[in-house]
């Protein structure tokens, strides 16, 4: 009789964490390199129901069904987002696939496409807060300053002319292995370092957030969520009857 409430509830989580996805695509719209998310529920496990068998325990199937929607997968939208300038000697984009490996003091790799980059006390090239860029070499690379010259596929020289390193860009045979981290970068996987990357130096990758399709969703969520959450009430209400009244007779 009240196998309505799961499917009821299970509708108010889905959009719950529909809206969820939606929010932290939309609080990172301005961030660089980063990748919009899509919430995708999928119907949970069908239940099998089976009567009571005989004294010997022999039991028959009498159908199948489904009580709720569940988490099916969260997919990362890895589209290429639009190149702007900065004119900041320490700014990268990767222009096609791959994406910068940082290693943090831990040893520990993560994967990104933002490429604002800095010096840290040693003069390392270094990802703000996670850790140091490696180089093609998968080291990190050492510039001690920002007065650089960097070609097309990724070779920084000193304003002399003077060769300090290649930056690293790896790529990955199945991007949908990647998965973010708490700090926004990838992880779940070893990439591989390309032999000709393409990467625009001064420049840095926008999100790929649509932000108007985005808030469209929002509000579609949100209207699911009311209109689930008024149903419940509904439905509640209902129950009370039969139980309370119906039950009476």
């Known amino acids: 009789m009240y196998k309505g409430f799961y499917n009821l509830t299970s509708g108010m989580v889905t959009q719950q964490r529909n809206l969820n996805v939606v929010g932290n695509n939309l609080t990172n719209v301005s961030t660089a390199g980063f990748k919009e998310s899509r919430y995708t529920a999928s119907t949970f496990d069908d239940v099998m129901y089976s009567r009571v068998g005989n004294k010997e325990k022999i039991y028959q199937n009498i159908g199948r069904q489904s009580y709720i929607r569940a988490n099916s997968e969260i997919y990362v939208n890895q589209d290429q987002g639009i190149p702007e300038p900065t004119d900041i000697p320490l700014d990268f984009a990767i222009y096609g696939e791959g994406f910068f490996a940082v290693r943090s003091d ?28 490696l180089g093609a070499d998968n080291q990190p690379i050492q510039l001690n300053t920002d007065k650089i010259d960097v070609d097309g596929q990724g070779y920084i ?18 991007t949908e292995q990647l998965e973010y981290n708490a700090q926004g970068m990838f992880t779940g996987a070893e990439g ?24 469209s969703e929002m509000l579609t969520c949100q209207r699911a969520f009311q209109s689930v959450a008024q149903v419940t009430k509904m439905y509640d209400g209902l129950m009370d009857k039969a139980t309370n009244e119906v039950g009476r007779l």
Do not use: H
């Not at 304003?159 to 860009?169: D, I, K, M, Q, S």
């Not at 032999?195 to 108007?212: A, C, F």
């Open 157 to 174: 020289f000193s304003e002399n002319g003077g060769y300090l390193g290649r930056l690293g860009v790896f790529s990955f045979e199945d």
């Open 106 to 133: 831990a040893g520990d790799v993560a994967y990104t496409r933002s490429g604002s980059f800095s010096l840290d006390g040693e003069g390392f090239l270094c990802f703000p807060g996670q850790g140091r860029v």
């Open 192 to 215: 591989t370092v390309m032999e000709r990357p393409q990467i625009m130096w001064k420049y840095l990758e926008r999100s790929n957030t649509d932000m108007i399709r985005q808030m």
